[in-house]
C-alpha cells in the first residue's frame, strides 16, 4: 500500500471577541480546506504543518493544543494520505496566499467555515480542534 503523509494547522485569530479561522480554496480542484501540505524528508510533522501554513497564506503560528488529528483518506490516484491536523493561533493576520496553489485565502467566521469546507471530514477535524473555543 503505497501512503501519502502531509501535515496542516486550524489557525484562528480573535478580533472583538469573534474567533476567524484560515481557510484556503485549492487551485487545483477548488476545493475549500485549511492550509495543509506533504512533509518534506527528514522533516517533522509539525514542522511541515508550520512551513506549509506560511507557504500557503504567509501566516504564522502557535500550537494552542497538544491534540492532533488525522484524516485518512484514498485519493482518487489510489494511494492513501494521512493529514494531520494541529490548532494554532496566528502570530501574523495579513494573509498573502500563494498563488501557484491557492485561488482563495482568507478569514472566515465558525458559520463560514461550515458553509464553505468542501469535505465532512475536515468538519468533524474542525469540530475536535477548535469545536471548545467559541464555548
Do not use: C
Request: aromatic share 14%; charged share 30%; glycine share 6%.
Amino acid at each position: 500500500m503505497v501512503k501519502e503523509v502531509s501535515a496542516g494547522a486550524i489557525v484562528y485569530k480573535k478580533v472583538n471577541d469573534q474567533y476567524l479561522y484560515l481557510l484556503v480554496q485549492q487551485k487545483n480542484g477548488d476545493h475549500f480546506s485549511f492550509p495543509k501540505g506533504h512533509v518534506e524528508k527528514n522533516e517533522s510533522i509539525i514542522d511541515a504543518a508550520h512551513r506549509e501554513v506560511y507557504e500557503e497564506t504567509g501566516i504564522m503560528f502557535e500550537e494552542r493544543s497538544s491534540k492532533v488529528e488525522v484524516n485518512t483518506y484514498l485519493m482518487q490516484n489510489g494511494i492513501y494520505k494521512d493529514v494531520y491536523y494541529f490548532l494554532g493561533e496566528a502570530s501574523n493576520s495579513v494573509v498573502r496566499k500563494q498563488d501557484s496553489e491557492i485561488k482563495v485565502a482568507g478569514w472566515y467566521t465558525k458559520d463560514q467555515v461550515f458553509k464553505y469546507l468542501t469535505y465532512d471530514n475536515d468538519k468533524i477535524i474542525f469540530i475536535k480542534l477548535a469545536g471548545s473555543l467559541e464555548k
